[in-house]
């Protein structure tokens, strides 16, 4: 319908429209008129004094849309003129020409991919159903372990960890000055188990802090020759690079003299001559390679320029003139002689026996050079500390016979009567030579040595009374002693005692000393190692813990059973369940303390 200017522009359409374009007058004209046209409304603006409706206004009412549909008649049924239905033309019912019902998707947003408009599938299960377990059982911080970024130093030894059941960081989080002075003054002489666990703790493979670790390195050389180790001295100085500094190259070349291996180390001398600790391990260096105009050199140079001692001189001289001093007196012995001057002297035929000196001169005699007595009585002396295997010291007992009597000829008689007696399986004869030969190795402290090479035998021999009872003491010695203790010959208290610690479970009601309730205590329920020892344990420092352990063990020993109580419980603590048990069992059956 037509538009007068002023009127306003109506919100709902009429009940018909008509059936020509929408369009504005040609000349300007008033009234504008609205014309269907390609299934849409275009608007164009008109001039003159009135404005054309805009035909998007009209798309954007719905109720115009429906107003169309609704009332709006096909143009062939209208009259041309008029514009109004022609009459018998159908007419639009009452509750079609009603607003039609809103639809429900008409509210939903249009999309232009049409699995978009796809509702997602129910899974049917409850949204607020949590279907993992529960990551933490409180809501407390979590401990946060701080560890500075440093550079690892490699780790060193001679046995995995695999092997001893220790870890590679051993040493982390200590001092390396304070790890040295432990290892230095650990007692071990007096308790093979003792024994066992420091050369455990010298070669297991471990890492040493990463400051000190040189510190560290030196002192596990220094106490394995302290112990009469030169041999795992000398692969634990090559492992780790015996020329990085001179103080490692010192004690390489002191344990290749030792062991009769200088060749090699002589040999890098020659290329490194800078890693010398004095003009004396040239000379001698260069005369071994064959080089005997440079060790001339040298010497002349030492002397002249005053390097080397008197003393030095001399015997570096018989060294390389042996010619010149085949009538001369023998030079005098030194009280401390190193293992270049001990090699010298050797070299000129004035060997120096090697008893009164320290533990690692004695590897030299087990060389084929020495004599029997003396291989024999360096081997009691390796074997008291455990730097030796049995095996070994049963090899040069058992190679001949006795040549006099007293002394060690008499040990090696009755470990051999005692062997031949073995062999022929005779209870009789077992039950006569054991004692004789138990004597033997309680007077070389070689007991537990004895132990380890006999106990298995032991048990499949019939013994009766005190042979028995003593054969049975021999196996709590060895590695067997848990299966020997369910063996018990005799129901005494003393027995049944010794053998609720061989299976870790003491029987206080029969420990009669205050030593064996010192040692009772440690294995009962509840036992817990010392405060102190507990916070390296906390810190990490399970290296430094286990040394410290070791020393109270040895204040134990002596006396301090509130020190041997707190040893044993740490050792059980950290997993040293066989050391601590083998421990207390040499503490009450071998008569050292």
Wanted: proline share 10%; net charge negative; with cysteine.
């Amino acid at each position: 319908m037509p538009i007068e200017p002023g009127q306003p522009v109506p919100t709902q359409a009429p009940a018909a429209l008509p059936a020509s374009s929408l369009s504005c007058p040609p000349d300007g004209g008033p009234a504008p008129h609205l014309t269907p046209r390609s299934g849409g409304f275009r608007a164009r603006f008109c001039t003159g004094v009135s404005l054309c409706v805009l035909a998007s206004a009209l798309m954007a009412a719905p109720t115009l849309a429906r107003a169309e549909t609704a009332t709006v008649a096909p143009a062939e049924n209208r009259d041309q003129k008029t514009g109004q239905p022609q009459p018998g033309s159908p007419q639009a019912s009452p509750e079609q020409a009603s607003p039609a019902k809103p639809n429900a998707r008409s509210s939903n947003p249009l999309s232009a991919i049409d699995w978009l408009a796809t509702p997602a599938p129910d899974p049917g299960l409850p949204g607020t159903v949590l279907l993992e377990p529960p990551v933490t059982g409180s809501a407390s911080l979590p401990e946060v372990t701080v560890t500075p970024l440093t550079s690892l130093t490699p780790p060193i030894g001679l046995v995995s960890p695999a092997s001893t059941g220790l870890p590679v960081d051993l040493w982390r989080g200590s001092d390396a000055q304070v790890l040295a002075r432990l290892l230095h003054a650990i007692p071990v002489e007096r308790s093979p188990a003792m024994q066992s666990l420091m050369f455990t703790l010298l070669l297991s493979e471990t890492r040493a802090p990463a400051e000190g670790a040189e510190t560290l390195l030196l002192a596990r050389l220094d106490r394995l020759m302290d112990l009469g180790a030169p041999d795992p001295a000398q692969a634990l100085a090559e492992q780790a690079g015996p020329t990085k500094t001179k103080a490692r190259f010192r004690r390489w070349l002191n344990a290749t003299l030792l062991t009769g291996d200088e060749q090699i180390a002589c040999s890098t001398l020659q290329r490194q001559p800078h890693l010398a600790p004095d003009y004396g391990a040239r000379i001698f260096c260069a005369a071994r390679l064959g080089d005997w105009q440079t060790a001339a050199l040298l010497w002349e140079a030492a002397q002249a320029l005053e390097l080397l001692s008197k003393a030095q001189l001399d015997l570096l001289d018989r060294f390389l003139n042996p010619d010149f001093y085949e009538d001369a007196a023998p030079l005098p012995a030194p009280k401390h002689p190193d293992p270049l001057t001990f090699r010298l002297f050797e070299t000129i035929g004035e060997r120096r026996p090697t008893a009164t000196l320290p533990r690692a001169f004695a590897a030299a005699d087990l060389r084929d050079i020495a004599g029997w007595k003396a291989q024999l009585e360096a081997a009691e002396r390796l074997t008291r500390i455990g730097a030796l295997n049995p095996n070994h010291l049963l090899g040069l007992y058992s190679e001949r016979s006795p040549a006099a009597s007293g002394g060690v000829w008499d040990r090696v008689a009755a470990l051999q009567r005692f062997e031949t007696a073995l062999q022929t399986g005779s209870s009789e004869a077992v039950a006569k030579t054991l004692p004789t030969a138990w004597r033997a190795m309680q007077t070389a402290r070689i007991e537990t040595a004895f132990a380890d090479l006999f106990a298995d035998q032991l048990a499949r021999i019939p013994l009766e009374g005190d042979a028995a009872e003593l054969a049975w003491r021999i196996r709590l010695l060895a590695p067997t002693y848990e299966t020997a203790s369910h063996e018990a010959p005799s129901g005494s208290d003393q027995a049944a005692f010794w053998a609720s610690i061989a299976q870790g479970v003491p029987d206080m009601a029969r420990a009669r000393t205050g030593r064996d309730q010192a040692i009772a205590a440690a294995f009962a329920d509840g036992s817990e190692p010392p405060a102190e020892l507990q916070a390296l344990l906390k810190d990490g420092q399970l290296g430094e813990a286990i040394l410290r352990a070791m020393i109270l063990f040895g204040r134990g020993a002596d006396g301090n059973l509130g020190d041997l109580t707190d040893a044993l419980s740490m050792f059980r603590a950290v997993g040293l369940e066989d050391t601590a048990r083998r421990a207390a069992l040499q503490l009450m059956l071998l008569e050292r303390h």
